[in-house]
């Protein structure tokens, strides 16, 4: 391989002409968050947040046996690479070898005038083996639960009235065979001639999901209640292995140094994974130092992107110009799916959590594979190198619910519609990723899009890029894709200005497989200079009660351009026109006034905000907005009318209170500077006004001299304080 030229990148496109913000945006998918939200054919994306070419896939032609198929619940691959798959809902199994496919049962008839049964049985064979002579073993579900063994004639080797269904087969070191069922949730053995049954284990459970053996141990997976039960086989006695706090445990496997790998899932996780964007392939940060982990990225030969201080960052966000709605509440634990790692010392590790429903396990080439739903997604999981990858992802079916290597090649058996496919290892000659919208906020000018990748001699990346001002690139007035560009530095995002863009990149792999890879795709875009806009402005009295004559001014402003803002606050008396600049090149949203600094009355308050900070003179933009109108009120009502009358020892008050601006909020009084102050109630036993009358009668008075003190308040506890005198005779 020729020694690659390395190149290093300038600088992102900065625009600073008339009317345009002085600095560029730059968007960056570095992570397989990002990456995962796009489109892929043929590519994978790691949990290392890279983009690679997908191993090749086909479909495999059963000979239309495929076609009143719902579902491919299990294969087998025999020491031949003879295939056989087990589906429903009609229970039949397909033998596939030598590219041609035939059904093998249920056996056709011997009557040739006989047309087959066209009514759905509802059977379904879920799993598949081999005796210890090479014969298959089919088990039937459904009205009624039998293993069935093909010998070459379908003859059936086991029932039990309290099986309905056979979730799985396995066989021990000795040949004898052993059956998951359900729905008493029972696990029975037979001799390897299928004879002389057994139950080794009554589980509370409903239904034993899932089965694995080695060294006389036998792995149960239940559901309902998602335990993995140890069961001794010689002792024909259970202990709880792990409760994985799911609801079911749909597979198992056990590695030759006897760790067991469990698969498990909730009911929950159909239901939310549909509701979710995707799945997450999260990795924490870092990587784990191990012989065999991943290679250090090379630095000659490589593209990559700057790191540029001069330029704003955005990541996929809402943009500020859409209102931010509240995050919805996490899902529960429950909801998702994981896969398990039980050391034979019985110490659990979580090496797998995904919004994903779990069907199939197995463990190959040191890697775990892993079948799901309801996305049609293959993973393989290195749990050594704390890496996962969707490594294949159906458009048409929407399950992966059986898989079996056979050599270096996986054969997948797909539902909904039922579909075989032949996944090879060795990667595919071309792939395609298109990426998620790239959102400006605002119809935008798009700069310059650059790769952090490696591109072996020989192998290629092509860029296209498409623009639209909807959020949706199959509306009409979406642009076409532009022509595809071969990356080898920056490259022009050639689309029209528009709020939304879209990139693709196509990878071709080069000769002796150099196959090029992906790690940071970064994209940069201007918009013009957007005024500032002041959503809302808010005056009133501090309700700090050491802060009486406070006005408090709080303001929420927005700028599209993301630009820092500073305010002007002017103020007015109601029915004037003329603004008092009150303060100017505030930097933050909140002020406090103080109101004693001018007279009473009905006041308004504008806020301007501006971006000058980020612009020049010329291209500085400007927002504004007045407030709902506030009173300004520090003084006291007043006592207009006041009338004292004597009956007998009783003295009558008759007052008439006001205040020009504020509703009245209390008035009491006292005798003779009693500490104890008496409430009075206005004579519609009401405050709701500003001006009330008060009829106040003090019995039991002794002759001589009293004094009565009033203090009269408004809503904003101004306070005024009034004596009068009377004489009782």
């Given at each position: ?11 992102f ?9 002085v600095?560029?945006v ?5 992570s ?19 983009l ?8 495999v ?25 087990g589906?429903?809902?009609n ?11 035939e ?5 056709a ?16 064979v ?25 010998a ?6 086991f029932?039990d009235a ?5 979730f799985?087969?396995v066989?021990?070191?000795?040949n004898?065979?052993?059956l998951?069922?359900?729905p ?6 037979l ?6 049954p ?8 409903k239904?034993i ?24 086989i ?5 202990s ?5 706090d ?12 006897g ?8 009911a929950?996780?159909?239901m ?21 982990g ?14 540029s201080?001069s330029?704003?960052?955005k990541?996929?966000?809402?943009p ?7 995050a ?23 090496v797998?959590?995904?919004m ?15 079948g799901t ?9 290195d749990p050594a ?32 519609p ?14 395609t990723f ?13 700069g ?38 071969v ?13 939304f ?10 000769d ?21 806009m ?18 408090e ?27 008092v ?5 505030l930097?933050?949203?909140?002020f ?18 501006s971006?000058?900070r ?18 300004i ?8 009318e006041a009338e ?11 007052l ?7 509703v009245?909020g209390r ?27 008060f ?13 009565i ?8 506890n ?12």
């Amino acid at each position: 391989m020729r020694q690659k030229e390395y190149m290093a990148v300038g600088i992102f496109l900065s625009i600073a002409a008339a009317g345009l913000a002085v600095t560029s945006v730059i968007t960056r998918h570095q992570s397989s968050a990002d990456f995962i939200k796009g489109q892929t054919d043929n590519i994978i994306v790691d949990s290392s947040g890279t983009l690679r070419l997908a191993c090749q896939s086909s479909d495999v032609d059963c000979g239309g046996l495929l076609g009143e198929v719902w579902s491919i619940h299990a294969i087998l691959a025999d020491s031949d690479g003879t295939l056989f798959l087990g589906t429903g809902p009609n229970a039949e199994v397909i033998r596939y070898a030598g590219q041609t496919a035939e059904c093998v049962y249920p056996l056709a008839s011997a009557e040739p005038n006989q047309t087959a049964n066209p009514t759905i049985r509802n059977e379904h064979v879920f799993a598949l083996a081999q005796d210890v002579s090479n014969r298959l073993l089919i088990g039937v579900s459904g009205a009624e639960g039998k293993l069935v063994r093909l010998a070459p004639d379908a003859e059936v080797v086991f029932t039990d009235a309290r099986v309905q269904y056979i979730f799985a087969i396995v066989k021990d070191a000795d040949n004898n065979i052993y059956l998951g069922t359900g729905p008493e949730g029972l696990v029975f053995r037979l001799d390897p001639f299928c004879q002389n049954p057994e139950v080794i284990w009554d589980a509370k459970d409903k239904n034993i999901l899932s089965l694995a053996v080695k060294d006389a141990i036998l792995y149960a997976g239940s559901d309902q209640r998602g335990l993995i039960y140890r069961i001794d086989i010689a002792r024909k006695q259970a202990s709880v292995l792990y409760d994985t706090d799911q609801d079911e445990v749909p597979a198992l496997w056990v590695d030759p140094e006897g760790a067991v790998y469990a698969a498990a899932a909730s009911a929950q996780a159909a239901m939310l994974q549909l509701q979710t964007p995707g799945v997450s392939l999260k990795q924490a940060p870092g990587r784990p130092d191990i012989a065999d982990g991943p290679k250090p990225v090379p630095m000659e030969g490589s593209l990559t992107t700057p790191n540029s201080d001069s330029a704003k960052e955005k990541k996929d966000e809402t943009p500020p110009s859409q209102p931010q709605q509240p995050a919805p509440a996490p899902p529960a634990a429950k909801a998702a799916g994981h896969i398990y790692k039980i050391t034979p010392d019985g110490f659990v590790t979580d090496v797998f959590s995904e919004m994903a429903v779990l069907y199939s396990l197995h463990q190959h080439d040191g890697k775990l594979w892993l079948g799901t739903g309801n996305k049609g997604q293959l993973f393989a999981v290195d749990p050594a190198a704390d890496e996962q990858a969707v490594v294949f992802e159906d458009k048409t079916s929407t399950q992966i619910t059986a898989m079996v290597w056979n050599g270096n090649i996986a054969y997948l058996g797909l539902s909904n519609p039922a579909r075989l496919v032949r996944l090879d290892p060795s990667p595919a000659q071309q792939g395609t990723f298109e990426s998620v919208l790239l959102d400006a906020g605002q119809p935008a000018r798009w700069g310059k899009l650059q790769i952090e990748a490696d591109i072996p001699s020989g192998s290629r990346i092509k860029m296209a890029c498409r623009s639209g001002n909807v959020q949706d690139p199959n509306d009409a007035t979406f642009s076409g894709w532009s022509g595809e560009t071969v990356v080898t530095g920056p490259v022009e995002l050639e689309c029209p200005a528009a709020r939304f863009c879209q990139y693709r990149l196509t990878l071709t792999a080069g000769d002796n497989d150099a196959l090029p890879v992906v790690r940071q795709v970064a994209a940069a875009f201007v918009i013009p200079n957007l005024a500032p806009m002041v959503t809302a402005v808010k005056a009133e009295r501090s309700r700090d009660k050491s802060k009486p004559n406070i006005i408090e001014i709080t303001t929420t402003a927005r700028d599209d351009n993301r630009d820092e803002l500073d305010y002007t606050l002017e103020f007015r008396k109601v029915g004037r026109t003329m603004w008092v600049l009150l303060k100017e090149k505030l930097d933050q949203n909140r002020f406090e006034w103080d109101g004693r600094t001018v007279e009473d009355g009905r006041y308004e308050v504008r806020v301007t905000a501006s971006d000058r900070r980020n612009n020049t003179p010329e291209t500085t933009l400007t927002g504004s907005r007045i407030s709902d109108p506030f009173v300004i009120d520090n003084a006291a009502p007043e006592i207009r009318e006041a009338e004292a009358t004597v009956e007998g020892t009783a003295a009558v008050m008759r007052l008439t209170v006001a205040d020009a601006l504020s509703v009245l909020g209390r008035v009491q009084y006292t005798v003779d500077s009693n500490e104890k102050w008496v409430t009075a109630l206005p004579a519609d036993w009401v405050y709701d006004t500003l001006t009330e009358s008060f009829e106040v009668r003090i019995e039991d008075l002794s002759s001589g001299e009293h004094v009565i003190a009033f203090s009269v308040a408004d809503d904003l506890n101004n306070t005024l304080y009034k004596t009068y005198e009377v004489t009782i005779p």
